[in-house]
């Protein structure tokens, strides 16, 4: 089985800056950690790999740091990184992130399954996932929670709904988006990180992967962020407290006093 998972670099804080002149990120002393949600996929991913054997390969699109991403990702399992990484590819929205990264998973010879965390806890939008899924032509599962069946042409996941979950099967190669429900991702052994010290981080650009360069970084990114700002905070909220009646009756008060309802 030839599993491929793509992993984000995100800040480990959700209390980021934004530059007030370019609308971006202020990234500087800010750590940054793999999204966590593509921890568990890199989990789920090295799960299957030791029940049904086969090869862990991750990918990440970001700057020449993002690299630490990947090896976090070996000393937890995986067996390969790959970086793509080029200047060329700097103001990518969602879509051009996808096209990117489908460019870079083609590169990687027979895929059975892509893991992708159901979303990046900076950008938000849960859209990469299905993104490239739509540009493989291949079909994917969201919020999926379980991995119930997999054999070498099907799998067989459980995507979780807002009351209980489906049960959706799909044919090979497809992708799946994981919620956290799905497993506990293992601390890295030592092992692990001596292998993920040394292992050898594949480095892609627009030179070893065929992109149309007018799809690609701001150019080839459809969406355009006019503004991006941190919302006001206008009060502080009000704490209440007591037994469940009296509670229900403050909070009912409450409720009118904001003029929402008589
Ligand atoms: C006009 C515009 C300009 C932008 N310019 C920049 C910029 O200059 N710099 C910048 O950092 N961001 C920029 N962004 C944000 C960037 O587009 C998103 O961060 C990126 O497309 C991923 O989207 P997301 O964070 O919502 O990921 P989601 O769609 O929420 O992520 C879902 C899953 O997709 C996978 N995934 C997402 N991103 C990657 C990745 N890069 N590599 C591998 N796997 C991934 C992961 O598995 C992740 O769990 C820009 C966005 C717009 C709209």
Not at 199 to 220: F, R, S
Request: hydrophobic share 40%.
């Amino acid at each position: 089985m030839n599993i491929v998972v793509c992993i984000k670099q995100v800040p480990g804080t959700t209390q980021v800056k934004i530059n007030p002149d370019t609308g971006t990120l202020i990234r500087d002393g800010v750590e940054a950690v793999v999204n966590p949600f593509d921890e568990y996929a890199i989990e789920e991913a090295v799960r299957i790999k030791e029940k049904n054997g086969g090869t862990v390969k991750v990918i990440t699109m970001g700057p020449p740091q993002a690299e630490a991403a990947l090896r976090t990702a070996i000393s937890m399992g995986a067996d390969e990184g790959y970086l793509i990484s080029d200047r060329a590819f700097a103001g990518s929205d969602t879509w051009a992130t996808s096209y990117t990264l489908t460019a870079g998973i083609k590169t990687l010879g027979k895929v059975d399954l892509i893991i992708c965390g159901k979303q990046a806890i900076d950008g938000d939008t849960a859209q990469v996932g299905p993104g490239v899924a739509e540009m493989l032509n291949i079909p994917f599962v969201a919020w999926v929670r379980k991995v119930a069946e997999l054999n070498e042409t099907s799998i067989k996941v459980e995507r979780m709904m807002e009351e209980g979950y489906d049960v959706v099967e799909m044919p090979l190669p497809a992708l799946i988006t994981v919620v956290k429900e799905i497993n506990e991702p293992r601390m890295a052994s030592l092992k692990g990180k001596m292998k993920a010290k040394s292992a050898n981080i594949v480095k892609l650009d627009t030179t070893n992967m065929e992109v149309d360069h007018e799809l690609i970084g701001l150019k080839g990114s459809p969406t355009q962020v006019l503004r991006s700002f941190v919302p006001e905070r206008k009060s502080s909220g009000e704490k209440i407290s007591g037994e469940t009646a009296e509670l229900a009756q403050k909070a009912a008060s409450v409720i009118q006093n904001l003029g929402i309802v008589k």
